[in-house]
């Protein structure tokens, strides 16, 4: 009976012990690299990775998986004395009370620099991929490391292939689940890549910085003597080379921005994305429509403002917006449904596309599609870019490529022309394979190409026969112009309808409305899509 | 006091130059006109402050990036 209640007692004891135990790896977790570290970081201006994700989250919605892992100290008797955690904290969570994957780097500990353990917790081909592959949920990467450093292999003893942490898992979640990447210190190498394998990407102004390699490196390679803002800065990465989305003012910002995008995505290909309720009536009619586009045909406008007057009020929430700036992309709702539009900017080459524009249209096209956003085109293009920068620049290639991209989109379209429509890359702006829908606006004209820009090669002889060539090459303009009145299309019902500018937002309400229909019968990932040029 | 430059965004040539030296300036307020993909693009002050160099005229080439104004803010 003694020697059985002892034995009791000793059980009882071994579980308080393990459970304390755990108690206190859970308290080492939380620690992080220490408090100094966290106040050196905290000095930067910068979170640590725990309170980043609490804040990016709803508030106690964060599950951690993997608070143990870690490098672990004994004592001689084998009793764990403390354990560094590892450096990348991860988990599920809720963002307005949908679930998410979300992970980061802690750079408290060695920098955030890769961990060793038998399964890398993020990054390409951690378990956070995989958990947002198995639940079909999106997947927020918080980047702050420079991946992997020439010192593991001396620990290791021979190098790996590139690949043995490989993209695999990255590039096959982004035909399934919204990815978003937010690069919130200094990403080089792996997480740089995994960054750009995201369908939103976002880094911190003059905190953040991101590049194929540092200063050092480049400075060894090119004798280039460069710092990181310098480098892979903002200014760089997102306003010149378009290779980070967007830029926010803060981290703060960056989380706010991240949740902004997340809101009008489905929680996977095989769901539409949430209708959100709206105070905004659906047939709410705009009398500056009306007056919006200037008399004058060479005088360009404020596109962004005629989209604020047509989609939902507050509702839009651009991407790209500082990066190939003669075409906008922005998400946006329509009487609560998530819409994409892709409109021209008139201030900026009149909104002839260029290579840039032409590369982000292309992603945002292929984003849209990929989740079952119906598209909006609201058109006011005279074509391609021209010129020698145009044609060094590779416009027609990446031009082309868009339109590609646009006649591969199976996601229904609606175009809207409020002025011009011209040429190729006027023809990437309809659906030509499906409705071909395509409503314009009394100031809309279209063609293969402006009247002017053609009228002097196609009528070289009966100019230069003139008594007076430049009064014919007038006369012979004035006379094409009259026959481009929108109207005349209308008759030939080569335009499905022209509207009144303020009939604009109930016009395109219904149709989307009408659109969703059709989504529901096209959940599901997308085949792929051929090799594109 | 700190000073902004004002870039072109487009490849063109100066059309129209709306501002002197020293004239002061609100944001949003066109500067000078160019004239690219036979469209008037304006070059607009992105803060309020004072000219302090125009370093265009009329007629003149103009690259994408180039500035052509600098304005004295703040």
């Known amino acids: 009976m003694d020697d059985r209640k002892t034995a009791q007692t000793g059980t009882q004891t071994s579980c308080e012990d393990r459970f304390e135990e755990l108690a206190r790896r859970r308290a080492w977790s939380l620690e992080m690299g220490g408090q100094e570290a966290i106040e050196r970081h905290h000095d930067r201006g910068r979170l640590t990775i725990r309170e980043r994700i609490d804040q990016l989250s709803d508030k106690g919605s964060f599950q951690e998986i ?67 592959h198995e639940y079909r949920i999106p997947l927020v990467n918080l980047i702050d490391g420079s991946g992997g450093a020439v010192t593991s292999l001396e620990s290791r003893g021979y190098t790996v292939f590139p690949g043995v942490d490989g993209f695999d898992r990255s590039v096959e979640l982004m035909g399934e689940v919204p990815v978003v990447s937010a690069v919130m210190g200094t990403a080089a190498g792996g997480p740089a890549g995994r960054a750009i394998l995201s369908h939103f990407s976002v880094m911190v102004r003059e905190s953040s910085q991101i590049f194929a390699a540092g200063p050092p490196v480049v400075e060894r390679a090119l004798g280039e003597k460069l710092d990181r803002e310098e480098l892979g800065g903002s200014g760089i990465a997102v306003d010149t080379a378009g290779t980070i989305d967007n830029v926010a003012d803060s981290e703060e910002d960056c989380f706010r921005q991240i ?13 539409l994305p949430p209708v959100w309720p709206t105070d905004d009536p659906v047939d709410r009619c705009e009398d500056a429509l009306t007056s919006i586009i200037p008399e004058q045909r060479t005088r360009p406008y404020n596109m962004r403002r005629l989209l604020e007057l047509v989609f939902d009020d507050g509702s839009l929430f651009e991407i790209q917006p500082t990066f190939g700036k003669t075409v906008i992309t922005m998400l946006g709702r329509m009487n609560g449904q998530s819409v994409g539009i892709v409109a021209n900017n008139p201030m900026v080459y009149g909104g002839a596309m260029d290579a840039r524009g032409a590369r982000k249209q292309t992603h945002f096209v292929e984003l849209c599609d990929n989740f079952h956003i119906p598209l909006v085109f609201v058109v006011d293009i005279p074509g391609f870019l021209v010129g020698s920068g145009a044609e060094k620049a590779g416009t027609l290639r990446d031009g082309m490529r868009a339109v590609y991209a646009g006649l591969k989109a199976d996601v229904p379209i609606l175009t809207l022309v409020v002025r011009k429509c011209f040429g190729m890359a006027g023809m990437g702006t309809i659906n030509k394979k499906s409705l071909e829908f395509k409503v314009a606006w009394p100031s809309g004209e279209w063609g293969s190409l402006p009247v002017e820009g053609g009228v002097k090669a196609a009528y070289r002889r009966e100019i230069a026969a003139a008594d007076d060539p430049a009064a014919k090459e007038a006369e012979i303009e004035e006379r094409l112009r009259r026959l481009s009145s929108p109207f005349r299309s209308a008759e030939a019902f080569a335009v499905e309808e022209i509207i009144d500018p303020r009939e604009t937002r109930p016009y395109i309400a219904r149709f989307i409305d009408l659109a969703r229909n059709r989504l529901k019968t096209c959940c599901g990932q997308k085949l792929k899509s051929g090799v594109r040029p | ?66 500035t052509i104004a600098v304005v004295e803010v703040g």
């Open chain 2, 1 to 66: 006091m700190s000073s902004v430059e004002v870039k072109s965004e487009v490849t063109g040539s100066v059309w129209k130059i709306g501002c002197r030296v020293g004239d002061t300036v609100t944001r949003d307020q066109e500067l000078v006109i160019l004239e690219s993909m036979k469209m008037e693009i304006p070059v607009i002050a992105p803060q309020d402050g004072r000219i302090k160099e125009l370093l265009v005229a009329e007629g003149d080439s103009i690259a994408e990036d180039q």
């Open chain 1, 259 to 271: 949740r902004r995008f997340l809101g009008y995505m489905p929680s996977n290909v095989w769901e």
């Open chain 1, 66 to 132: 993997g608070r143990l892992t870690g490098k672990a100290e004994y004592d001689e008797q084998g009793r764990v004395t403390h354990v560094q955690p590892a450096p990348y904290v991860m988990g599920v969570a809720e963002i307005d009370g949908r679930p998410v994957a979300v992970g980061g780097e802690d750079y408290t500990v060695r920098g955030g620099t890769s961990w060793s353990g038998l399964r890398r917790k993020g990054g390409q081909g951690g378990f956070i991929e995989d958990a947002a």
